[in-house]
């Protein structure tokens, strides 16, 4: 195990635990109360601790995951891995990127998005829904009005498309010129 200062400012903060977190932390640190009671025992700081006070060592916590999984009949993934998982399902939830990047102590969400986060089927799958919905003319009275007449600058001006003078817009994203 290597200790060593956090890379930067956003990498000391405060973590929200959830409940069954809580209570294994809870029940490690009953554990630790009774291991002080060894002589030999040596108060260095640390929630994982061997039963004289040493700090368990990273293969300690690999060999545990591996074990779990291999139980669960899970393949075995590295412990990073694990943080490359939570920020790609957390963001498939929905949960905003700027959150996501908290979470993993990340200053700039450009890092969050390009390092940690696996596009996901399912969120291409949302954002083809989220755009189809915004053109489907069931969705849109104007949309089914320039899809009835072919053309945007041909809109009757009615209550539910409020035609602005100067319609259709300049092109925002307009053709490069050669």
């Known amino acids: 195990m290597v200790e060593a200062p956090p890379k930067s400012r956003q990498?000391?903060?405060?973590?929200s635990l959830l409940p069954a977190a809580l209570g294994i932390f809870a029940r490690q640190q009953e554990r630790q109360r009774q291991d002080r009671l060894v002589p030999?025992?040596?108060?260095?700081?640390?929630?994982?601790?061997g039963p004289t006070g040493e700090p368990r060592g990273n293969s300690w916590l690999s060999?545990?995951?591996?074990?779990?999984l291999g139980k669960a009949g899970l393949p075995r993934v590295?412990?990073?891995d694990l943080r490359?998982?939570?920020?790609s399902?957390?963001?498939?939830?929905?949960?905003?990127?700027?959150?996501?990047?908290?979470?993993l102590g990340?200053?700039?969400v450009s890092l969050t998005l390009g390092t940690y986060s696996h596009v996901t089927e399912r969120l291409v799958g949302d954002a083809t829904a989220a755009m189809g919905a915004l053109v489907t003319p069931v969705s849109s009275p104007i949309v089914a009005q320039i899809v009835a007449v072919g053309r945007p600058d041909q809109l009757e001006n009615t209550p539910t498309t409020r035609i602005e003078p100067g319609?259709?817009?300049?092109?925002?994203?307009?053709?490069?010129?050669?």
């Open 11 to 15: 990498s000391r903060r405060l973590l």
């Open 40 to 49: 030999r025992w040596q108060d260095t700081g640390f929630i994982w601790t």
């Open 63 to 68: 060999n545990g995951l591996t074990r779990i």
């Open 78 to 80: 590295r412990l990073h």
């Open 84 to 87: 490359h998982s939570t920020a």
């Open 89 to 103: 399902i957390l963001m498939e939830q929905g949960i905003a990127v700027r959150v996501v990047a908290d979470l």
């Open 106 to 108: 990340h200053s700039q």
């Open 167 to 178: 319609y259709p817009p300049r092109d925002s994203n307009p053709e490069p010129t050669d």
